[in-house]
């Protein structure tokens, strides 16, 4: 499928509108409630599971600029992104986290305005594609934020 840059510009947008509604309502205890994980990963929290997202968005931010990966995430592969990840956000406090939430968007956003047109529409691509800034961001906000928020409510 052929991309247009306005579609992936909208629905970039329209994820983090959502996610961000779902950002603000968290209340202090539930940044460190535990999401739903499969059995032999690490039992996440609604910190880390955004954390998660947010290095994933900012990674393909990244990709979209031309850039190379992270020096300490050059020759990993995704389990192993995914534990540097976790280790490193799991001590931060939530505010740390917003933060970036706010800087990698604002980020995301910039790049692609400066992303050419043709980029989007010069070849077949998934669907889902860039699924970090949206696809990938609504299946854990889904998933694994809400669902715990979810939980916690019942």
Do not use: C
Not at 117 to 128: D, M, T, V
Request: aromatic share 8%; glycine share 4%.
């Amino acid at each position: 499928m052929r991309h247009t840059k306005r579609a992936v510009v909208a629905r970039t947008r329209r994820e983090f509108a959502q996610l961000d509604r779902v950002v603000r309502r968290l209340r202090p205890a539930d940044w460190m409630r535990p999401v739903p994980r499969p059995e032999g990963r690490d039992r996440w929290t609604v910190k880390d599971a955004l954390a998660h997202i947010l290095y994933w968005k900012e990674h393909t931010g990244r990709v979209f600029r031309g850039e190379k990966r992270l020096p300490e995430m050059r020759g990993l592969g995704i389990e192993q992104i995914n534990r540097k990840i976790y280790n490193r956000w799991r001590r931060q406090p939530p505010a740390a986290l917003v933060a970036w939430h706010r800087r990698v968007h604002k980020d995301v956003v910039k790049t692609l305005a400066a992303t050419p047109a043709e980029f989007f529409s010069s070849k077949n691509r998934s669907h889902e594609w860039p699924l970090d800034f949206d696809g990938h961001s609504a299946a854990h906000r889904l998933k694994d934020i809400e669902a715990a928020l979810q939980e916690a409510r019942e």
